[in-house]
């Protein structure tokens, strides 16, 4: 049986969340100013590593991020990495 990954944007404590077959796995903080999210912090639970949840939390926020017409600022590592591994994000980057 597959697990059950889901994330979300909790707008109210300005960060992505993502659980895994419910239980909170991480997150990745945000500011939102002038039509740009500032990516401050990702945590993924040591007790979720290496299941891809960190990469799944990355791909949902920054296609939120391009749904809404915004631009990316990666101030955070994992976010910065993460867009430099994956090119067809790199017009996200506000410049």
Sequence with gaps: MAADV????????????????????????????DQQVTFTHTEVDSAFEGHGLGSALARFALDDVRERGLHAVPRCPFIAAYIERHPEYQDLVAS
């Design 6 to 33: 889901q994330v979300t944007n909790n707008t109210g404590a300005g960060r992505y969340e993502i659980t895994l077959d419910g239980n909170p796995a991480g997150f990745a903080a945000y500011r939102l100013k």
